[in-house]
T-cell receptor, first 113, second 115 residues
Framework: DAGVTQSPTHLIKTRGQQVTLRCSPKSGHDTVSWYQQALGQGPQFIFQYYEEEERQRGNFPDRFSGHQFPNYSSELNVNALLLGDSALYLC????????????FGSGTQLSVL | AQSVAQPEDQVNVAEGNPLTVKCTYSVSGNPYLFWYVQYPNRGLQFLLKYITGDNLVKGSYGFEAEFNKSQTSFHLKKPSALVSDSALYFCAVTMGASNNRKLIWGLGTSLAVNP
């Protein structure tokens, strides 16, 4: 049983560009959350998707958007990239419910030059 | 403001000695509490959680944590540390109304277990 898979593992972009990150949840999971982790920091919650809808959102600008597909996989899109967007982007899947533990992918390391 | 604090950026312990990684929180209501571990260049892995019931929770890899409501703490412990326990540890706590709970994270504690 594959766990959470994310692609690509590394990405280099320049300021102003747009990027799409992808996530496949653990089999049987219907909820996907995205986090941004800057170097030396804890994960910062971006948003959560359930049943193809954005259910919750953290304090991130509208440049950050996402999507969840019928097979529960998800994408994170970031427009107009800034240097400060450089970070490790983590996808986590879970069963529905805040009591449930999160299963994380290994992340996508995004560098914005 | 609701928050989670991990007061120690780094904890150093000798192999075989007991270890404690501290977590305190300030949230309203009855939170759910979690510990996750992050190994280098990896995503986070779940260790244990407290939802309700017995204050002492046992988790993966021999770790346990004690929920202390009066002190609003949820410290992670292990009786005998291994070098392989060296990693970054995160405490996370739910906050918000029951129909809109979110998970907030501490900044992490780097654990170094010395041989």
């Amino acid at each position: 049983d594959a766990g959470v898979t994310q692609s690509p593992t590394h990405l280099i972009k320049t300021r102003g560009q747009q990027v799409t990150l992808r996530c496949s949840p653990k089999s049987g999971h219907d909820t996907v959350s995205w986090y941004q982790q800057a170097l030396g920091q804890g994960p910062q919650f971006i948003f959560q998707y359930y049943e193809e809808e954005e259910r919750q959102r953290g304090n991130f600008p509208d440049r950050f958007s996402g999507h969840q597909f019928p097979n529960y996989s998800s994408e994170l899109n970031v427009n107009a990239l800034l240097l400060g967007d450089s970070a490790l982007y983590l996808c986590a899947s879970s069963l529905d419910g805040v009591r449930e533990k999160l299963f994380f992918g290994s992340g996508t390391q995004l560098s914005v030059l | 403001a609701q928050s989670v604090a991990q007061p120690e950026d780094q904890v150093n312990v000798a192999e075989g000695n007991p270890l404690t990684v501290k977590c305190t929180y300030s949230v309203s209501g009855n939170p759910y509490l979690f510990w996750y571990v992050q190994y280098p260049n990896r995503g986070l892995q779940f260790l244990l959680k407290y939802i309700t019931g017995d204050n002492l929770v046992k988790g993966s890899y021999g770790f346990e944590a004690e929920f202390n409501k009066s002190q609003t703490s949820f410290h992670l412990k292990k009786p005998s540390a291994l070098v392989s326990d060296s990693a970054l540890y995160f405490c996370a706590v739910t906050m918000g109304a029951s129909n809109n709970r979110k998970l907030i994270w501490g900044l992490g504690t780097s654990l170094a277990v010395n041989p």
